[in-house]
């Protein structure tokens, strides 16, 4: 079993299993223990006193934000050149910032603050769309794992395993090249299959664990029904650390989309701009005008912090075991 998997199985039975008498009565700024409280919101107040989610948070939220406005906000189009008549080949000079251009252009007279705008949309886009189905696909695979057992979990598994077995980015790099023509589409589906294996082996590992709770068994010995049970019974109650660790996922999708765009596996048309693609067409201007390649590269980072924090968070506070 390899490591990824190893992690994968801890985090589920960790985050199913219920907390030991007392390890869930951390007060407030009081003291007062929270008893009578659900889980949700005993999460909730422990989370907004955490100001690393709070700073996560913010980062996703202006993310978002101006992803949603990019186009309403965006002072020019993104694929037309208008300040060609700035840009030098001979003497490797690009338009400065000025008046009405706040970052100036890029290598091809392009207003590079429309186009930072512009592609905050696409990255977003791709990295919601890739984990929606990456976290389907995994949802469907391991329900049938935790739901059937025996053979079928048996043979979902090992597919599983050789999937983790080999690095995300790897994997996603072979998916794509698999595509006669590079599209958006195409590196969505390259790194939402690699999303699967995750998604699938934590919620058929919190379902076992889920499997073995009380109420599980009352409901067995009442004669409910299987499919009942299944989906009445485990699968709610296992799709908690499920979604919390699509949160993880969203800034991993971002970073391998980002990754598979530079290696120029994305779109090939860069009228619509992409981050990860413009930091691939700065490669061979970063020694004379790095800030073509630096704007991209530190949005990507922050949004992929961004989630990152919150994903942390958010596992932190449903985790008994690792609250402080």
Known sequence: MTSRATKIDRLAATSARPPAAGEGQQGGSSGAPDEGISLAVSAWRRLRRNPIFLIGATIIGLFVLLALLAPFIAPHDPGLRLLEDQVSNARNEIPPPQPGHPLGGDQYGRDLFSRMLLGSQQTLMVAVLATVIGLGGGTVLGTLAGAFGGWVDTVVMRIVDVLLSIPSLLLAVSIGALFVQQTQFSVIIAVAIVQIPIFARLLRGTMLSVRESDHVLAAKALGVKRGAIVFRHIVPNSLGPVIVQSTLVLAI????????????????????????????????????????????????????????????????????????
């Open 253 to 324: 999708a971002i970073l391998d989309a980002a990754a598979l765009s530079f290696l120029g596996l994305g779109a090939a048309d860069d009228s619509t701009p992409e981050w990860g693609q413009m930091l691939g067409n700065a490669q061979d201007y970063f020694d004379s005008q790095p800030h073509l390649a630096f704007w991209p590269a530190a949005c990507i980072i922050v949004v992929a912090l961004g989630f990152t924090l919150v994903g942390e968070s958010m596992r932190e506070a449903l985790d008994p075991r690792q609250r402080r």
